[in-house]
């Protein structure tokens, strides 16, 4: 059944989808958000230790809910399995109103200038598609800047040599340091290193009508039950909502893309919460669905004018799946380092991001959010067993000794680790599911273990009596940082979306998410994502005149 025609539906309510919603809305144009999964609060997930956590093993707490959206996972011998959101290895994002931004730990992270210029400053290795992205650090700072003030970012980066230009400080202060920040600050300083206080998207004051950080241990993996984190579920898209121009649709699964025989977006169809098929017309579409679902949709939607999906014409759709290695060290020290203060990670360096001889690129290193005990009995050194009195009694006397620091490693894209349509599968609603395959580039295993090293000297100076590293292993990076699918460029035949995330092939069809990442950094990348949306929404305002681009 089609509904009124509306200027933008946008598909996926996540860390991006708002943030255009409520640019647009507030702009005068009307908006329908559609999102697959619900709107959580803190009460919707309470804190279950077992079931909230990022893995998948015991269910997703912010979805997807139920086991009607398979993914087909494909080794490095081909050798396929399906895997549901609740099984090892589904490599999934939230699916809820403001997907990842309602549960993450809420690292507020720019990228490094020579972030975006990577094949520049280092060349591409043998095997990657490594290439610069078409817009600068330069081009995007206004932009962070945007957020960290819209949405909220506490911290203090200052002792930040490494960082790029900033024009504006961050809007508040970070929390007090707690004991781990105490103990790897001054070791830090005596390797001559610089350490600061992360810059976080939670409030460290009251602001905008909520409160500061309880410093609760239930942080990463959980809702904030007294709303301190700043995600776009409780900033913008209230913004947006108020305008009474933007309608937020729940539970609504997007199917296809629907266009005309020019390749011009009229509208999508989806499935309603009951079900039901419905026909969205709308002038624009963006999609910002993630770097998984959203080459999904655009390879789900076929049409003698793209009929190998839309923006593929060349092939590059799902192509360049990117999430982040997290390779580190662990330590176990002679006195007690947990004080049980949340969120747990606050100090970081980034000392190794760039500049380490034969490597492109490295990471931030940082002390790792509150180890609840089902983590830690993934972080004991070798020789202790996982299971048995003896694990029981490493636990018990050292659980509360432990400090685990660690880093996203800066990966080298690489061709065929991609999203594509499974051609067998499908989801509850008849939709064929996506398939991933492919592999990490050796180079992005060999950043990620030389930052490894980085962490043991920095817990060894800090008094660890026993140091162990985290180090990367081969398999198919796509997790909760996943990026590159549908990259940004200037050339259509090696790139999806242009410098202000429209599809090359079609001028009212938008990509607005991770997904369009050249290259994913060695940071947490969600305020890049919501810097682009800010940047991209910038020029569809500035740009649309109601029947097509000036």
Not at 309 to 315: A, C, D, E, F, H
Not at 324 to 336: D, I, K, P, V, W
Not at 393 to 402: A, P, T
Request: with cysteine; aromatic share 8%; hydrophobic share 35%.
């Amino acid at each position: 059944m089609a509904l009124p025609k509306v200027n933008v539906v946008i598909t996926g309510a996540g860390a991006a989808g708002p943030i255009v919603a409520k640019e647009l809305s507030t702009a005068g144009l009307s908006v329908v958000l559609l999102e697959r999964g619900k709107f959580y609060t803190a009460w919707d997930c309470r804190k279950d230790d077992l079931r909230n956590q990022r893995t998948t093993v015991l269910g997703n707490a912010f979805g997807p809910a139920d086991e009607g959206n398979p993914r087909v996972v494909a080794d490095a011998k081909g050798n396929e399995r399906i895997v549901e959101p609740s099984s090892p290895g589904y490599h999934n994002n939230a699916a809820c109103v403001g997907g990842g931004t309602l549960s993450y730990g809420a690292m507020a992270w720019r990228f490094h200038p020579n972030d975006f210029r990577m094949k520049s400053v280092y060349g591409a290795p043998e095997g990657s598609t490594l290439e610069d992205w078409p817009l600068t650090y330069d081009d995007l700072e206004p932009f962070y800047e945007k957020a960290e003030w819209e949405i909220g970012v506490s911290g203090d980066d200052s002792n930040n040599p490494f960082k790029g230009l900033r024009r504006k400080p961050l809007p508040m202060p970070p929390l007090p340091p707690a004991r781990e920040h105490v103990i790897l600050d001054a070791a830090a300083r005596r390797k001559g290193w610089h350490p600061f206080h992360i810059p976080m998207l939670r409030n460290s004051v009251p602001r905008d009508g909520r409160p500061a950080c309880m410093r609760c241990r239930w942080c990463v993996g959980f809702a904030c039950e007294v709303d301190a984190k700043c995600g776009t579920q409780n900033t913008v898209l209230r913004t947006a909502l108020a305008t009474k121009l933007c309608d937020l649709r729940t539970e609504c699964m997007t199917s296809e893309i629907l266009v005309d025989a020019k390749g011009r977006a009229a509208g999508v169809a989806y499935y309603d919460p009951r079900g039901t098929a419905r026909v969205q017309p709308a002038d624009l579409v963006v999609v910002s669905a993630s770097a998984v679902e959203s080459p999904r949709l655009l390879l789900n939607s076929r049409s003698p004018a793209f009929p190998d999906g839309i923006g593929n014409r060349y092939g590059w759709v799902g192509r360049n799946l990117q999430g982040h290695t997290y390779t580190g060290a662990y330590g176990l020290f002679g006195q007690e380092t947990y004080d049980d203060l949340g969120p747990g990670a606050s100090i970081a360096i980034c000392d190794f991001n760039h500049g380490n001889p034969g490597l492109r690129g490295g990471a931030m290193l940082a002390n790792e959010f509150i180890r609840l005990p089902i983590h830690a009995t993934g972080m004991i050194p070798p020789g202790v067993p996982r299971w048995g009195p003896k694990h029981k009694e490493f636990m018990r006397r050292q659980y509360r000794r432990m400090i685990n620091v660690q880093g996203p490693t800066q990966e080298m894209p690489v061709f065929d680790a991609r999203v594509e349509t499974d051609p067998k599968v499908i989801d509850r609603w008849g939709i064929p599911v996506a398939r991933l395959s492919g592999r990490k580039h050796p180079h992005t295993i060999e950043i990620g273990n030389a930052m490894s090293v980085h962490a043991e000297e920095w817990l060894k100076e800090a008094g660890a009596v026993m140091t162990w590293p985290k180090k990367a292993g081969p398999g198919l990076s796509g997790g909760q940082h996943q990026a590159g699918t549908c990259r940004m460029g200037n050339d259509p035949k090696t790139s999806v979306v242009d410098a202000y995330c429209r599809i090359h092939e079609s001028e009212n069809i938008f990509v607005i998410d991770g997904s369009v990442h050249v290259t994913n950094g060695g940071f947490n990348p969600v305020l890049t994502i919501m810097a682009i949306a800010y940047r991209s929404a910038g020029y569809i305002q500035r740009e649309w005149k109601g029947t097509g681009f000036k």
